[in-house]
């Protein structure tokens, strides 16, 4: 587009220059004017441009920062579940072991049970016997 506005303006000056309109008529004064603000023109749309230029830069720095910092900090989430999974796979383990000495204190538990049991019936098969004093 630029290049286009440059263009225009030169081809107003050329126009004005091969009418061969003397500089004194009004027609090439028009010319002139025409040329001038095409070229005035190609002059802002290329500073609008260069702005419009470093905008998207500076947008696309500040996309680019984004995405590393989201990517740090789902590394550093990645790293915190991993711990989290680490210590509840542990934590697990240690009520697996913890279940399985409480289901073998609960068996011996039933077995002393059945001892104490046992020897209460024969204590009182005992006390029922006839006693040698008598």
């Known amino acids: 587009m630029l290049l286009t506005l440059?263009?225009?303006?030169l081809n107003a000056h050329i126009e004005a220059?091969?009418?061969?309109?003397?500089?004194?008529?009004?027609?090439?004064g028009s010319f002139t004017v025409?040329?001038?603000?095409v070229h005035d023109i190609a002059k802002r749309v290329a500073t609008l441009n260069q702005e419009l230029q470093e905008s998207l830069e500076t947008f696309q720095v500040t996309i680019y920062e984004g995405i590393d910092e989201v990517t740090k900090r789902m590394e550093s989430s990645t790293e915190v579940i991993k711990e989290f999974s680490s210590r509840f796979e542990e934590t697990a383990a240690s009520v697996e072991e913890e279940?399985?000495?409480?289901?073998?204190l609960q068996e011996e538990l039933e077995e002393l049970v059945k001892v104490t049991e046992?020897?209460?019936k024969r204590a009182v098969v005992i006390?029922?016997?006839?006693s040698a004093e008598s």
């Open 17 to 28: 220059a091969r009418g061969g309109i003397p500089r004194s008529s009004g027609q090439h």
């Open 6 to 9: 440059h263009i225009l303006s």
């Open 118 to 120: 046992s020897l209460r």
């Open 34 to 37: 025409i040329a001038e603000m």
């Open 127 to 130: 006390h029922s016997l006839p």
């Open 99 to 104: 279940t399985a000495i409480i289901m073998k």
